[in-house]
């Protein structure tokens, strides 16, 4: 690639992370009339008469055949040169010698200082584009050792962001981040400007500030030098403070700062002259042709004018091609992007699409790059014969690439498996963790060590791998990192921060400071693809366009009825979010980031799970014809491997039940590539192997999708053996193994128990634990759920077991009553009569809805003792001064629960006339036992209550009377536009509709 080009592109990328500062010299402003410092000196020079004749060694030259004397200064009207051949000192000595010309009186000085203005006021000089596309690019500073107005009277608006600064003072009063400083001076304050000898040899006595500003932008900062000369006193000024920080400060190897010349006459020479120096020479020969006729730079007269301009249009525009062989130039590129990104393990495919700058991709599909322009994917697929090309693309987890113009198609494919194959990775999505660390334990501390120690064991043994690691990076020289190098230190230092946040080390602002700097520094000196590491905290944009994109998805699938769909495709638009989810997804995983255990994951995977069961609406509408075209029939996604990994590790059960609740999704359909019980069993294993408190979550929401697969008898079994061998406690566990997980088992139970199936009676055999009861608080109703399904499969030895669990609890008789309670099926089985007279003499110790379940499952009957607990109940809910007694509210659900029994027919309005005295406490009591005075206008359908007492014979006609008062206009319209319930919507159907 030419050399200039490559420098193009850095610039750009340092701008691009605010780090370049432009320096513009007397050259710019040339192009607007004003004089250049040699034309200056030489006008000076005449006024006082100092020139090179009087040393001249040809001006007395005689002729060799005549002896007469030749006149070479004036022969043919040629002026000679030789006559102002000025040295650097001469540039600066004879404006002292003017000034110093005139007498020492102000007056006396005054002719010196008008000459300047004369020279640098004239109402003529106008800005010119190469001073409008410097503030077109936007660079973090402007500097400029001009006097003229020309750069702070820019016709364009964001020129007002910079603060313009003149003198020391300006630095402290004026407020504003960016600045033109004007280091030499502004034509409105002559007086100080610098321009003769005794001006640079006191410069930094005179304006300490500005020049203590410009050497601290050496730490960090990018100089680029614009319209200056190799001689320029002003330009070896500032040379000399980069020449200091290179060798006084020792700092080697950063960043290049960048000098624009006209062209380097001795290569050999001057590169390494001024490469010593920390420069390095932008020569504008190399500008081409085409450049400059890409440019727009007709109205710029001189030829060095045009290159300039060209060489700063070009840093302000992407996608502007640098030939006219385009094949040639995505050759270029492609060399320069697999030197860029060889140390990365995967890259976005944003890197791809900016390096590359293609015309007509718009976008990436299932992974493929879609091109619409014929001729610029046929240049594509040309380069593709480079097999180098293709694993670069399977890198950025792209596999082919397709043409889809308006007539015509193609694709090519190149799925083949990437030299560099990431063993561990596949083992990590597959939950194989033991297998993860038999292959690293023993190898040296690394970054792919330290990141799957945090994956497989959290913090655990990780403080010990990142010392390491801090030893061995304080050796490296960091202004002598290869690319490969400051990867590793890039990794190093954004894991050093996860591993202190998950720590509670916090110092974020120091870490994060220190890792954006070199970041910004590696961004800039090698490759763009940095800046993924340096964004991947920060993807808002990327979460928004994912959820743009969501909704038109959500429309695609969910408005069936009222839109048409011909054309498009039968997954909507599912793979345009998944490609940014997946991009981001092994992007971290694969350049072993430590984001695992934060919520940057779930905020960036949640849209995509969304689209994924956005997919399994129900879809009543599929294949109707609309305006005479089939629509197009839209699936149900498959749900691949990394799916799987990305819900059950960063999608919380409560948020994936939601989503699943949202889009009405009964069942999930599973890719045939891999075996979910398989990958379930593994991830038991490596539960129990390597246990944090991060994996019950996990467990739990690999429960609820677990649920929602359709599972063969083999996969069944195998799941259940898995729970068994998770939840079976050896000598470092206790029952919290069980109780820490008996939600997630819960989950699962509910939804594949099988008797046949022997695993589901270990499972019971495991929970017939009567400590379980003092642990199990934060899922109360997991266990007796569990123990209600399972107790099918009880035997006389789980009966025994039982009764001795109970004989254990002791001095406790709620617990013991619980206990009766939630193992009921089980000890009823083998001993009804005596467990039902313990059940009647422990009423008192049962919770409302306990003792509702057992009058509905017929173990008790509504009798006296029954009717005593109630009335004990409700004396003790009408003696409390509150509105609510507590949560949730036990008198609320004591009531609804009375008027169920006579629904149910229970009980009948006789058993409960006791709570006549207080019907006030509801509206439901009201209506039983004083239906003269009962405000009818209390009826809400959307309450099921209500609809119950609709649909009973009972009480069905008595609210009818009524109907007027509670069954309105709005109350229909609600109905029919589908806001009711299911049970709601029949009960009104049927007999509220006229």
């Known amino acids: 690639m030419n050399k200039i080009i490559e420098q193009i592109e850095k610039i750009k990328q340092i701008n691009s992370n605010e780090n370049l500062v432009i320096f513009v010299g007397a050259g710019v402003s040339k192009n607007s009339g004003v004089c250049s410092w040699w034309e200056l000196v030489k006008e000076i020079a005449d006024k006082i008469g100092e020139n090179k004749c009087t040393s001249c ?194 700092i080697e190897n950063r960043q290049p700062h960048y000098l624009v010349v006209d062209k380097i006459k001795d290569c050999a020479h001057d590169i390494s002259y001024w490469k010593n120096k920390g420069v390095e020479l932008v020569d504008l020969s190399q500008i081409s042709d085409y450049m400059i006729d890409n440019s727009n730079c007709a109205n710029i007269s001189n030829d060095i004018g045009k290159k300039l301009y060209a060489f700063l249009y070009y840093l302000n525009n992407e996608g502007l091609a640098y030939t006219n062989d385009k094949v040639q130039m995505l050759n270029d590129r492609l060399l320069k ?143 002598k990192l290869s690319n490969q190098k400051c990867y590793e230190l890039a990794i190093y230092e954004f894991n050093n921060t996860c591993m202190r946040s998950l720590s509670y080390l916090m110092n974020e602002k120091e870490n994060y400071d220190k890792l954006n700097l070199l970041l910004d520094q590696a961004a800039a000196r090698y490759s763009r693809a940095y800046n993924t590491i340096k964004d991947i905290t920060n993807k808002g944009a990327d979460i928004q366009k994912m959820n743009d994109i969501l909704l038109k998805h959500e429309e695609y699938y969910m408005k069936k009825a009222s839109m048409s769909k011909m054309g498009g495709t039968i997954y909507g638009d599912l793979f345009l979010i998944r490609q940014i989810a997946y ?62 990994d990305m819900i059950v590790k960063h999608i919380k059960q409560k948020e994936l039940r939601s989503i699943v609740s949202h889009y009405k999704v009964d069942s999930v359909e599973l890719s045939d590539k891999f075996d979910i019980s398989l990958l379930f069993e593994d991830f038991c294993l490596s539960m129990k192997e390597y246990w944090n408190f991060r994996m019950i979550e996990q467990l739990e929401s690999f429960s609820f999708l677990l649920s929602l697969c359709k599972l063969n008898y083999e996969q069944n079994s195998r799941i259940v053996k898995a729970f068994v061998l998770l939840l079976t406690p050896d000598e470092k566990e206790n029952v919290r193994t069980i109780t820490n997980n008996i939600y997630a088992l819960s989950i699962y139970v509910k939804q594949h128990f099988d008797k046949d199936i022997k695993g589901y009676g270990d499972l019971l055999k495991l929970l017939i634990n009567s400590d379980i009861l003092l642990e199990a608080t934060a899922h109360s109703n997991a266990y007796p759920e569990l123990i209600q399904i399972l107790s099918e ?140 005075s009962f405000d009818y206008r209390n009826i809400k359908i959307s309450d099921t209550m209500w609809c119950n007492f609709i649909n009973s014979d009972h009480y069905r006609e008595r609210i009818l009377e009524h109907k007027s008062e509670f069954w309105n206009k709005e109350e229909e319209k609600r109905i029919e536009l589908g806001f009711g319930s299911s049970f709601e919507n029949r009960v009104a159907y049927k007999y509220l509709f006229d």
């Open 57 to 250: 060694e040809i001006k007395d030259l005689l002729c060799g055949k005549c002896g007469e004397q030749i006149e070479m200064c004036s022969i043919n009207g040629y002026n000679c040169k030789l006559k102002y051949d000025f040295s650097a000192e001469d540039f600066l000595r004879i404006p002292q010698h003017f000034y110093e010309s005139f007498g020492d009186t102000e007056e006396e000085k005054k002719t010196y200082y008008d000459f300047l203005k004369e020279k640098f006021c004239s109402d003529e000089y106008e800005t010119n584009i190469i001073d409008e596309i410097i503030v077109k690019l936007q660079p973090e500073h402007i500097i400029t050792t001009n006097y003229d107005h020309l750069l702070e009277n820019v016709n364009d608006p964001r020129v007002s962001k910079y603060a313009v600064i003149t003198k020391d003072n300006d630095i402290l009063s004026k407020k504003g981040r960016n600045y033109i400083i004007k280091m030499h001076g502004d034509i409105d304050d002559i007086q100080n400007i610098v321009l003769k000898e005794d001006d640079y040899l006191n410069y930094s006595q005179n304006h300490i500030i500005i020049e203590t500003f410009i050497k601290s932008l050496l730490i960090d900062k990018t100089f680029l030098f614009v319209g200056y000369s190799l001689n320029d006193n002003n330009l070896k000024l500032i040379m000399s403070y980069i020449d200091f920080f290179v060798k006084e400060k020792r």
């Open 337 to 479: 992007f697999k030197e860029d990104i060889s140390c990365f393990k995967y890259i976005s495919y944003k890197t791809i699409l900016e390096m590359f700058n293609f015309k007509s991709v718009y976008r990436i599909k299932a992974p493929v790059l879609t091109f619409s322009d014929e001729e610029e994917y046929d240049n594509f697929k040309i380069l593709l014969r480079n097999e180098e090309l293709c694993n670069l693309l399977i890198k950025a987890g792209i596999y082919g690439i397709r043409l889809e113009s308006r007539d015509t198609r193609d694709n090519v494919f190149f799925e083949k498996e990437s030299k560099e194959n990431d063993i561990l990775f596949e083992l990590s999505i597959n939950n194989k963790y033991h297998e993860i660390m038999d292959r690293i334990e023993k190898e040296p501390s690394n970054s792919v060590k330290a990141y799957y120690y945090s994956l497989v064991k959290y913090t655990d043994g990780l403080s010990s791998i990142m010392n390491d690691l801090k030893e061995l990076y304080a050796s490296f020289d960091y202004q």
């Open 583 to 644: 991009d981001y997804y092994l992007f971290y995983k694969k350049n072993h980031l430590m984001l695992d255990w934060f919520n940057n994951v779930e905020k960036m995977v949640t849209p995509y799970i969304k689209a994924i069961f956005c997919t399994y609406y129900p879809d009543e509408f599929q294949g109707d014809f609309h305006g005479g075209f089939m629509r197009t029939n839209v699936s149900p996604y498959p749900i691949e491997l990394l799916d799987v």
């Open 793 to 932: 499969l009880a035997d006389k030895k789980i009966y025994n077991n039982c009764c001795k669990e109970f004989d254990r609890i002791k001095d406790n008789n709620r617990q013991k009553t619980l206990w009766v309670y939630i193992h009921r099926r089980v000890l009823l089985k083998y001993d009804e009569s005596e467990w039902k007279n313990y059940i009647e003499e422990n009423l008192n110790n049962n919770w409302e809805q306990e003792i509702f379940q057992l009058l509905y499952e017929k173990i008790l009957s509504f009798n006296n003792k029954i009717k005593e607990y109630y009335v004990n109940k409700f004396k003790k809910y009408a003696s409390s001064s509150k509105g609510v007694y507590s949560y949730p509210d036990h008198k609320a659900e004591a009531i609804n629960q009375l008027v169920i029994y006579i629904l149910l027919d229970i009980a009948n309005e006789n058993d409960i006339e006791f709570m006549k005295d207080y019907a006030y406490m509801s509206d439901y009591l009201e209506f039983i036992f004083n239906p003269e």
